[in-house]
């Protein structure tokens, strides 16, 4: 069964704050990795790829350790915006639907 | 653009009635896929299709549950007798192809009475 981990939060961060997501997965033939925003009640968005060599949009970055089957998302200067729940999300070789981990709560406060 | 869109947003049935639920993809999108989230849960896949054809329907959760697709564009997602522990949110997602970004819709809140 492919498993998809993450912790599930709250992280509560003040703003101007850098917070990091953890998220590890079970099946070392996964391929394509990505980070989805879901705010409260809403559907998922995707936030961002992330490829081996690590990659940044703005205040966000994300990191692959295929070594370790670990993901990770870190979050610059903190907005109130921010605050959702970042769902990690793994698809494995070949065709393959995405496993979505549970998802990692951020409260950003004043 | 339109993006995707799923209808009823919201229903509440008694248990055992059987629903209906609507997707309409992007146009052009030929992936579509259903998931469901329960309350404070994940995302669970419930079934993929490419075109009208079904390739993966290993997340459907019993044989009470259903889907089709009709024309490359409208899916519809039945479930027949419906018991107390189908509520959820189930969400449409539709993508180019299946290596592409999957865009949601705003999803169906079921809700068996």
């Known amino acids: 069964r492919k498993e998809v981990e993450q912790d599930p939060g709250p992280f509560n961060v003040p703003e101007g704050a850098t917070v990091a997501f953890n998220c590890t997965y079970s099946?070392?033939?996964?391929?394509?990795f990505f980070w989805y925003r879901q705010d409260c009640r809403k559907e998922p968005k995707l936030l961002m790829s992330?490829?081996?060599s690590g990659n940044e949009d703005g205040r966000f970055t994300a990191q692959l350790n295929r070594a370790s089957q670990y993901i990770s998302l870190l979050i610059r200067d903190s907005k109130l915006s921010d605050s959702a729940t970042y769902l990690c999300?793994?698809?494995?070789?070949?065709?393959?639907?995405?496993?979505f981990g549970k998802g990692t709560m951020l409260l950003v406060s004043p | 653009g339109a993006g995707v869109s799923q209808s009823p947003s919201n229903k509440v049935t008694e248990k055992g009635k059987d629903v209906e639920l609507r997707c309409d993809p992007i146009?052009?999108?030929?992936?579509l896929y259903w998931y469901r989230q329960r309350l404070g849960q994940g995302l669970e896949f419930l079934i993929y299709?490419?075109?009208?054809?079904?390739?993966?329907k290993s997340g459907l959760p019993s044989d009470r549950f259903s889907a089709e697709r009709t024309g490359e564009s409208v899916s519809t997602l039945t479930i027949q007798r419906t018991q107390q522990e189908d509520s959820a949110v189930y969400l449409c997602?539709?993508?180019?192809?299946?290596?592409?970004?999957?865009?949601f819709g705003p999803g169906t809140r079921l809700t068996v009475l």
């Open positions: 992330v490829y081996s």
């Open positions: 999300v793994v698809q494995d070789s070949g065709y393959s639907t995405l496993t």
């Open positions: 146009s052009g999108h030929t992936a």
């Open positions: 099946n070392s033939a996964s391929q394509s």
């Open positions: 299709f490419q075109g009208n054809s079904a390739p993966d």
């Open positions: 997602a539709s993508s180019l192809g299946s290596y592409n970004e999957q865009f």
